[in-house]
DNA sequence: CGAGATCTTGATCTGACTCAAGAGTCGTGG
DNA sequence: CCACGACTCTTGAGTCAGATCAAGATCTCG
């Protein structure tokens, strides 16, 4: 396992481009903020207050055990919304992997804005209990298999597209090492169900073949 | 593994009970109905257009892979509000464990449940963000632990509390086999961290212990 | 071009799974 | 009340998928 010491590094977010604003969203919208690489964006522990939406980039919120296990729960990807929490204190971390532009969503005071976002936390808990099962029950092939499957849906389903990640950060997310990992991608690459054109980018080649493999 | 042939037993859920007003829930509210041990609550696929409300016993919430693997997401006990959904369908089975009373919360057309759910459906979120860490970071031991501590918080942290869940369940839970969990059960009662008085009841001895071990 | 990350691959180890058998528990009916 | 049968749970022995440990290879970017 790596361990992940605390990320020092503050988010000193440098002010940038224009507010777009979120269609059903009541309370007053940010300009976006960039975030840079690593750097994060909240802490467990912190007063949460807001949520913020993706314009560019690409984010990864986490837990860490005492000894510096680390789980990822979720990537949020650009135009994803995340920060939901309950109480008034984020439960988990939240850091941009690469160059991030995030609009933060402040609702004002006594603002309405469940009605707006209760279908997007919705949706964050169902993602949350299905990955339960990827984590629970599924063998490491199935794992990484359903993880490129979700990472393709969410980026439009193209044959080929981008792993924002690094392995590291794939393997928090699916309870593995980054060797194991690595092994499956290869795995997969020498079976001809994927193509690796460079370490960031996938082409699924064999859809079914994948489809097949997360069951 | 062990595996879980899909619940044919279909619910008839018998009527029962007077109907008590949930707080801040703007919808009509039914009489308690009464599922037996092992009856269906609601399946993967149906139409989700209510809420439910546990009056006593316990229910198990979980999703299965093709194969029969099963992967319980929560478990929720007396009081508990679930059947929380993203769209209009169920993604996962309910079943009563042990008899159970349920009231259904059905929102009227057009009724502004939002905002008295939302706090429980990111509770829900945090929840399962929360068993990811466990899924996927924690060891057998670690994950024993951390489900007795939460069962213990549940039923108001009383030293000694009930299991209302078979062996099988707390496996599917925890992403463990029956065998591993007894064997956990067993070394933790060597151990002087627990009691088992009986196979449905826990009596916590070392709290510090058993909360160490979890981390 | 070079230094540090990140990634891949190989060898070995181990925690949890599988398979198997026995013990305990519960409900039913004689 | 006890005997029987069916579960459920516990315990043991052996196996295996994925972790760990250890080199190398490759990529990135100043």
Redesign the pocket.
Known sequence: ?TIHPRNEFSSMAAGAALALPIPGFPGPVQPTSLYPTGSEIYAQGELADSLYQIDFGCVRVYRLLADGRRQISAFHLSGEIFGFESGNTHHFFAEAIGATGVRVLRPGPGMEISQAILPLALQGLVRAQEHLLVLGRQ???ERVAAFLLDMADRQGGLECFDLPM???DIGDYL?????????V??KLKEKGIIR?P???SVEVVKWQTLRNLSE
Chains 1, 2 share one sequence.
């Not at 309870?175 to 092994?183: A, H, P, Y």
């Open positions: 396992m063998n490491a092939a690094s392995r590291s309870g593995l090492t980054i060797e194991t990992v690595s092994r991608f290869s690796l460079n370490l960031r």
